[in-house]
């Protein structure tokens, strides 16, 4: 197996494994098991991950929140839409649609009056938008939706978009869920900091974790940059657990990303504000995690290759197949997993 092919990532997954709506209660989901050491999968319910997190381990969760950035306008009296890719950035760019409508200088109108203009049309056929008047938080809150990923086909309402939030959801900015957190309940979280540190960092996610790979070697694909940042806080835990040899266990692989981004040139974590385009694939030797609760990913998809990474991708198709066998439900509103 070339471990740079693209097709070395890809795997049979049928439609009927994706998952369309989110298990009620949050924490009802299923959740596959696997510990490296002993080379085995066990079958549970997230409800019962406490019971199979490492005693002293240190959690660590992606506090942020999605933005509600697809709003939907018109050109010429037809329907487009668009999907901000950068929220809270001064200069607007957008994923846009249909593309051959958003030409240059094309005015596109939203509601309220609001409208934009095509200022560029970037190589990877995002467009730059300048609003008038300026696109505030407060008119997307009111006026857009929460991006959804295309293989969710259940329409969208308040309710699908409640349950796209982390329960723990406090900094506002992405532009796609850290959907690992998506199964705690405010209960299962309370008993979770009840027997382990917990620690918050935030990356506001954006192109760099969906964007689908498109280079048939992956040493070759590009990724978008994203920001994140860690508190004083959070930084000082890190370290004394680094430094006791605690389990570091991250939720989803945005947290993943933050924590290795960091250790990537240094020994120790540092808190402030960043922008990182890491990208884990086989080959990586990890610096700062030791386990990751995480959810099943796309084939082909970076998500996918950073799980390979630190499983090995036969063993992370392997675990895969037997997720599919025994009916786990995938990607955003599926099922979790947990790696040791």
């Known amino acids: 197996m070339n471990k740079l092919n693209l097709n070395s990532y890809n795997f049979d997954l049928p439609t009927t494994s994706i998952a369309q709506s989110a298990v009620t209660p949050r924490d009802h989901s299923k959740l596959l098991i696997y510990n490296r050491k002993t080379d085995t999968i066990k079958h549970e319910h997230f409800y019962n991950i406490l019971n199979y997190i490492p005693k002293n381990a240190i959690i660590v969760f992606n506090n942020t929140k999605v933005t509600p950035a697809r709003l939907f306008g018109k050109i010429d009296q037809k329907e487009v839409e668009i999907l901000l890719t950068n929220p809270l950035g001064k200069n607007k760019q957008a994923l846009v649609k249909p593309g051959k409508k958003f030409t ?12 934009a203009k095509v200022t560029k049309i970037n190589t990877d056929g995002s467009r730059e938008l300048n609003f008038t008047p300026d696109l505030t938080l407060q008119y997307l809150h009111k006026y857009g939706e929460l991006p959804l990923p295309p293989y969710i086909k259940t329409t969208y309402n308040q309710e ?45 996610v954006g192109l760099g974790t969906f964007s689908p790979i498109r280079v048939e070697s992956i040493d070759q694909h590009e990724m978008h940059f994203e920001t994140y940042s860690l508190t004083e806080e959070a930084a000082k835990a890190l370290n004394q657990a680094q430094k006791n040899q605690q389990p570091i266990i991250t939720v989803g692989t945005t947290s993943t990303r933050v924590l290795e981004a960091q250790l990537k040139d240094n020994d120790q974590f540092t808190a402030g504000t960043f922008s990182t385009d890491i990208f884990i694939y086989p080959g990586y030797k ?50 979790a997993c947990l790696f040791l």
């Open 104 to 115: 240059l200088e094309t005015e596109i109108k939203f509601p309220a009056g609001l409208t």
């Open 160 to 204: 699908v978009a409640n349950r796209y939030q982390t329960i723990y959801a406090q900094t506002e900015g992405s532009i796609a869920a850290p959907t690992a957190g998506l199964h705690f309940t405010p209960e299962l979280l309370d008993k979770l900091k009840q027997k382990f540190t917990v620690v918050n960092v935030t990356l506001n």
């Open 286 to 335: 990890f610096k700062a995690i030791t386990g990751q609760i995480t959810n099943f990913h796309l084939p082909k998809s970076s998500l996918f290759m950073l799980i390979s990474a630190f499983l090995g991708t036969e063993k992370a198709k392997q675990i895969y197949q037997e997720a599919v066998d025994q009916q786990y439900r995938f990607y955003s509103f599926g099922d």
